[in-house]
């Protein structure tokens, strides 16, 4: 018989990993869902952070939804000593949801990318053009988004597994 702890814990994990719910108060809503109190709940959530097991949550935007059906991933080259400051100031942006490095290669000179939103394919470009214009980075590509895959979060335990 699994102890107390392992009890919760896998409670826990099974309502985190519906996601998190649409609702003014998640944290309240998750907690009543496995029997316990909210505070209860961020505690071992705190723990499970500086314990490695658990990195981040967040929110997953449908961002059709809320009314921005265009979207593209911007490849941007920035010299390496500036990725930090460039990287921070276009995720200032509103219209971007995602800014982040990645190492380049002899055939890809790219290390910045952003994930801009827009109403529209010009609406996306004219932001892409003011973040390139107030950044200083002229060095970019637009990859237009063709189609959105589904969205899901990650399944950690089943039903066999209850």
Excluded at 35 to 56: A, C, F, I, P, S
Excluded at 123 to 138: D, I, L, P, T, Y
């Amino acid at each position: 018989m699994k102890n107390h702890k392992s009890t919760i814990e896998h409670r826990i994990l099974s309502v985190l990993q519906e996601g998190l719910p649409v609702s003014q108060t998640p944290y309240k809503d998750m907690a009543q869902q496995i029997g316990m109190e909210t505070g209860e709940l961020l505690t071992v959530l705190k723990d499970w952070k500086k314990q490695g097991k658990l990195r981040r949550i967040g929110a997953v935007v449908n961002h059709f939804k809320v009314g921005l059906p265009a979207g593209a991933m911007v490849v941007w080259q920035v010299e390496s000593e500036r990725a930090v400051e460039i990287g921070q100031a276009f995720a200032d942006f509103k219209e971007v949801s995602h800014a982040y490095e990645r190492q380049t290669s002899e055939n890809w000179p790219y290390n910045l990318y952003t994930m801009v939103h827009g109403k529209n394919a010009e609406e996306v470009q004219q932001v892409v053009k003011h973040m390139s214009q107030v950044c200083g980075v002229s060095n970019y590509h637009i990859l237009v988004t063709e189609k959105e895959l589904k969205k899901v979060p990650p399944t950690y335990i089943t039903e066999s597994d209850s």
